[in-house]
């Protein structure tokens, strides 16, 4: 009688030490039929192999015989190789009853230290102004106007400013007298007057002409 792999997969799923038959990874542990195909068992010219997953607590060698035994009157005289793939392992070993992470309770209490109604610098309220991307910075803009009135020869950024107008080496009119200034010095910016001689100018000297004599 030749083995027919449905009755194999019957009688040993039927086996206590069982927990199902194990189809492999991708299914390619089966035998097909005509329009069907039978997961778990292989049916090869030379044996007959049977893929299982085991019971929970129950020894593996004690399963392997309880298959070999149930499977070898139907398998047509062919040997069976017996392959335990997994154990099926109860849910509640695996942590199935713990809680899940979200819904346990907060030990430090950092839901209070930061709340998610705090808002954040540069956050919009409802209410504010939307700024307008396009707008200068007034701090940078600031900093930049100091920059250009600190460089020689740079353009006044604000219109009415005294000091706008002052050329380098000037000084503004208000401007107090430094106390170490010494009469003849020269400040930078005033014309350079030439030094007075110390010596009297001379005088000209005229010429008389004498005649050389009366009239004839």
């Known amino acids: 009688m030749p083995a027919d792999a ?3 997969a019957t009688v040993v799923a039927a086996c206590p030490s069982v927990a199902r038959l194990y189809p492999g990874r991708v299914a390619e542990v089966a035998t097909y039929l005509p329009g069907r195909r039978v ?3 292989r049916l090869a010219e030379d044996q007959l192999e049977v893929h ?3 019971a929970w607590d129950v020894p593996l060698p004690q399963v392997a015989d309880e298959v070999r035994g149930a499977a070898a009157p139907v398998a047509g005289g062919l040997p069976v190789a ?32 930061a709340p998610a109604s705090m808002p ?19 701090v940078t803009s600031e900093i930049q106007d100091d920059l250009l009135l600190a460089e020689p020869g740079a353009a006044p950024s604000v219109e009415g400013d005294p000091a706008a107008d002052v050329l380098p080496g000037e000084i503004l009119p208000d401007d107090p007298v430094l106390e170490d200034e010494v009469p003849g010095d020269v400040i930078p910016g005033e014309p350079v007057t030439p030094p007075a001689s110390s010596q009297p100018p001379k005088k000209k000297r005229t010429s008389k002409k004498r005649g050389t004599g009366g009239p004839a």
């Open 6 to 8: 449905e009755v194999i």
């Open 39 to 41: 997961e778990g068992v």
């Open 52 to 54: 299982v997953v085991a």
């Open 82 to 113: 017996v392959y335990i793939d997994d154990v099926d392992i109860p849910p509640a070993l695996l942590g199935a009853d713990e809680p899940p992470e979200e819904t346990l309770p907060d030990p430090v209490g950092q839901e209070a230290l």
């Open 120 to 138: 954040l610098p540069g956050d919009t309220l409802p209410g504010d102004p939307i700024p307008d991307p396009l707008a200068p910075d007034p």
